[in-house]
């Protein structure tokens, strides 16, 4: 039995938690991690014990065995998780000799000294921490790991795919090569589709196989409901009046569905967490109500971040808590009566991280959807009259409930900004000949792809702007630009940083903000409205005060790429008759309109709609990438072979083509020859075209991000399958 090979203090916890049994996935885990030598892949829904699994055997293997060294790393997202994941293993570990330790950017140095000082037991980590250690305590890394047993990866579907993610694979090659140790890896997550690529990604660079045990889902209660409101004209409401006609109908059901003991509210960023708290704030207190509202994203300031993860966790009071993908992670935040989505989330996975915050204990999963929608006026084109939002929300569900379909994670093959990075990193550490640090990054997994010659066109390159220097004995190091680079904090990061304005009223501060607004503007933060007293650019602060009324978006950003399947399935949303029992009046009514609407049009058969002023609408009915490469193909070959005047849109939904002297039937015989010609993505750039959308593409030769962006971003065959199958 599983629970009589773990260590004493570990049953002593267990009896101590009045478990009845271990969980499937935690005798799984087990199984694998005490009789084979296998990398661990576990996959499970949200509150299934998948922390338990992995620490459970990793902590009783590490006790029978102390390692000299850090025994067990924990590579964790976001330090709210980190945080949350300290204060668990702390409990477990009460009784036994084996420190955990967590290290971010929010923990005190005396804490980070004393690691350095005594290492042992586990380090709780961030990628960006991680990479300041390699760098900075270099000549300190086999005192640290050399004894290494475990690396334990949470949450990898956020990682895989990503450049942080490649980030990790190279910080544990580069690990490995110096202290000539290969621990095992373990990686979580509750939302994989494919297993055989988080497999394959988390093997990467060794040469162990990865187990991946099957365990049958526990089926638990799902409670889902989807409304659609028409966006409200109510701005200003008379000081006192406390009607409900007077409030947004849209933030009034918001308000009535977060009436519980303890709710979530998740948006698809800053700004609309800040506008919806805002709102059930001024509803609250215009009945009369307490404030009980949070809001909790990564421009929030530590303490108002820990104050809100408190109140969710605080079985005695009310709270209501608006989230970015920061609440999205597997942090504990205990029961949660109801999970509410303002418009659609990204993706099945987003979909179903949200909907596993609650449910737990054995509860049923309780989340209600909110989609808003402007109002039509009468003028509008056919793809305005589309409730996409809607349709998306929908789309999602259903290929849950129907297939327990999730997206599969889109590889990288020329990760550029990331090869500048590791290369720089590495060479932090002291000078290299060219073919030693070539023979060190290009064996690192993320750049199996990068062929050598790339690599010293990269090379020469940053010699010629000073990143790196080449000595007289032929060794390359870092240059005085390069120091720069390296030299400034914001380096340890591989995704873009901003320049933020710290926000301060009076001594106390509440988080960061780009763009800062002139004095006497407002801003909105931490769901409340601020004036501007003062802006301090060269310390990059802004003083503020509490004020009332309407505020400017702080904030801008995506929301990443949508998957084929999403936008097929949205199709059929469209076009078929099922009757989805969890949408509400609203919802139901403005789907019946559209599906109205759908049919006189064609939809289901037609996929290009002439409009008046010789125009043409194309629902290509494809993901962000497959969009985004037939927007070029239009563009760069259509606009000059078929003299198509203009093209706009909204991705990944529709185009509008304005077809000059073009016919309809002869882009539509275009557009699905496709996938019978041989062209090469690379002929979708212009000629001039630079793309530079990651963190250091500025210092990529401009050939090489051409290379990068053909192969990465673009994608003709699948273009070519879905035009051909019209």
């Known amino acids: 039995m599983p629970f009589d090979r773990l260590a004493p203090f570990i049953q002593e916890y267990i009896y101590q938690q009045a478990w009845t049994d271990m969980r499937p996935v935690q005798v799984e885990a087990c199984r694998v991690l005490f009789e084979t ?6 996959s499970a829904g949200t509150a299934s014990g998948k922390t338990e699994a992995a620490f459970l055997p990793v902590l009783t293997l590490l006790y029978e065995d102390p390692p000299t060294t850090i025994g067990a790393l924990y590579i964790g997202p ?4 980190i945080n949350d994941q300290f204060d668990r293993l702390t409990d477990l570990l009460e009784h036994a000799e084996i420190p955990v330790w967590a290290w971010h950017g929010d923990i005190v140095q005396s804490r980070k000294a004393q690691v350095l000082k005594d290492p042992r037991g586990i380090l709780q980590i961030t990628p960006e921490s991680l990479e300041s250690l390699l760098i900075n305590k270099n000549a300190e890394l086999v005192r640290l790991f050399a004894d290494l047993r475990f690396v334990v990866i949470d949450e990898i579907h956020a990682f895989m795919g990503t450049e942080r993610g490649g980030q990790i694979l190279c910080q544990l090659g580069r690990l490995a090569r110096l202290t000539q140790n290969h621990p095992r890896r373990i990686g979580l997550s509750a939302t994989l589709g494919d297993y055989s690529l988080a497999e394959a990604w988390l093997q990467a660079g060794t040469s162990r196989p990865v187990i991946t045990p099957l365990i049958q889902a526990d089926p638990r209660q799902i409670h889902l409901a989807v409304e659609h409101f028409w966006r409200s004209k109510l701005l200003v409401r008379a000081k006192g009046d406390t009607r ?7 933030r009034l059901h918001l308000f009535h569905q977060s009436q ?7 948006a698809n960023g800053r700004p609309e967490t800040e506008a919806s708290i805002a ?4 509803i609250a207190a215009a009945k009369g109500l307490p404030d009980i509202y949070h809001v909790h994203h990564g421009s929030i300031s530590a303490g108002l971040r820990e104050t809100a993860e408190q109140a969710m966790r605080d079985r005695t009071i009310p709270a209501v808590t608006a989230a970015t993908v920061t609440f999205e992670m597997g942090i504990d935040l205990g029961q949660l009566d109801r999970v509410i989505q303002l418009e659609s989330p990204p993706s099945v996975s987003s979909f179903l991280q949200r909907l596993g915050r609650s449910g737990r204990r054995g509860n049923a999963a309780d989340m209600r959807f909110i989609c808003v929608e402007e109002k039509p006026t009468g003028g509008e084109l056919l793809p305005d009259k589309i409730p996409w939002q809607l349709l998306q929300c929908i789309a999602i569900i259903q290929l849950y409930l129907e297939e327990k379909w999730i997206e599969p994670i889109h590889p990288v093959h020329y990760p550029l900004s990331l090869l500048y990075h590791q290369t720089l990193s590495i060479l932090a550490a002291g000078e290299l000949s060219p073919a030693a640090l070539a023979q060190q990054i290009l064996t690192l997994a993320p750049f199996r792809a990068i062929e050598p010659e790339d690599f010293r066109l990269l090379l020469r390159h940053l010699i010629e702007l000073d990143h790196v220097q080449k000595t007289k004995e032929g060794g390359l190091m870092i240059g005085l630009a390069g120091e720069r680079v390296v030299g400034n904090f914001k380096f340890f990061a591989t995704f873009p940083d901003n320049e933020e304005y710290l926000v301060m009223c009076e001594a106390v501060e509440l988080g960061s903000i780009v763009s800062p607004p002139a004095t006497g503007e407002k801003i909105a933060l931490a769901g409340r409205t601020w ?6 650019s060269r310390k990059k602060t802004l003083s503020v005060k509490p004020s009332l009324g309407e505020a400017s978006i702080s904030w801008h950003g995506g929301s990443g790429n949508t998957h084929t399947r999403i936008l097929q399935r949205m199709r059929r949303v469209l076009t078929e008759d099922t009757d989805y029992r969890y949408l509400q009046p609203g919802a139901k009514e403005r789907l019946q309109q559209v599906r109205k609407l759908a049919k006189r049009f064609k939809l289901d058969r037609q996929y290009i709609l002439p409009l008046e002023d010789n125009a043409c609408c194309v629902f290509p009915w494809a993901g962000t990438i497959a969009f985004q490469t037939l927007v070029r193909f239009l563009r760069l070959h259509c606009r000059e072979a078929l003299k198509v005047k203009g093209i706009f849109g909204r991705s990944p939904y529709y185009l509008i083509v304005h ?6 039937d002869q882009l539509q015989c275009e557009l699905e020859s496709i996938a019978e010609r041989q062209l090469d993505p690379a002929d979708l750039l212009r000629p001039d075209e630079v793309p530079n959308l990651q963190k250091y593409d500025e210092f990529i030769p401009p050939e090489l991000l051409r290379k990068a ?6 994608d003709l065959k699948e273009l070519g399958d879905i035009l051909s199958s019209k």
Do not use: M, W, Y
């Not at 519980?260 to 998740?266: A, S």
């Open 244 to 250: 409900d006609s007077t409030f947004s109908p849209d």
């Open 37 to 42: 030598n296998a990398h661990l892949l576990i």
């Open 709 to 714: 962006f053909a192969c990465d971003r673009l």
């Open 279 to 282: 709102s059930l704030r001024q």
């Open 78 to 81: 976001i330090k709210a998780l």
């Open 531 to 536: 004036e501007v007293l003062e802006v301090d």
């Open 260 to 266: 519980v003991h303890k709710g979530l509210i998740f």
């Open 659 to 664: 077809l000059g002297k073009c016919k309809l």
